[in-house]
């Protein structure tokens, strides 16, 4: 880390974590009309991409437990808004995929997020947005 001042690296750590916590305050405030928790957006979001993946695929992609999902997938399930199939390569883990209720929800909230993104933002420069973009990708692989 030659050049590196590592108060200056600690205050980018800080205002990550500051950040982070303001854009879950945000998001559990524009989830609040939908019925569901921001785990629960976080878990449709994979299956809204992905399609259909198991309960430890997505735990290893959202870098948390497994039993936090399956929690998320259970409240997922009772809200109706995702079904299970067979997983023909894992009997005892079955796929999971949002229903055409939770596709059309989260398509909702995802129209809604960019708005919202948007309007966050617009005031900061193409090559800003693409030095941040770049700079937290580095950090999160060398955390990986």
């Given at each position: ?95 999971i995929m949002l229903n055409t209720k939770g596709r059309d929800l989260f398509g909702k909230i ?35």
């Amino acid at each position: 880390m030659s050049g590196v001042n590592s108060n200056e690296s600690y205050q980018v750590i800080w205002l990550i974590r500051r950040l982070f916590r303001a854009l879950s305050q945000k998001s559990n405030e524009n989830l609040e009309g939908y019925g569901i928790s921001v785990a629960d957006r976080a878990v449709m979001e994979f299956l809204y991409t992905n399609k259909m993946l198991s309960v430890p695929e997505i735990a290893e992609q959202y870098k948390v437990s497994r039993q936090h999902v399956q929690a998320t997938i259970n409240s997922l399930l009772e809200a109706g808004l995702v079904v299970t199939k067979e997983n023909p390569r894992h009997k005892r883990s079955p796929l999971i995929m949002l229903n055409t209720k939770g596709r059309d929800l989260f398509g909702k909230i995802l129209k809604k997020d960019k708005e919202i993104i948007e309007i966050l933002f617009s005031r900061l420069s193409r090559k800003n947005i693409q030095i941040t973009q770049q700079t937290l990708q580095s950090l999160l692989n060398e955390l990986s």
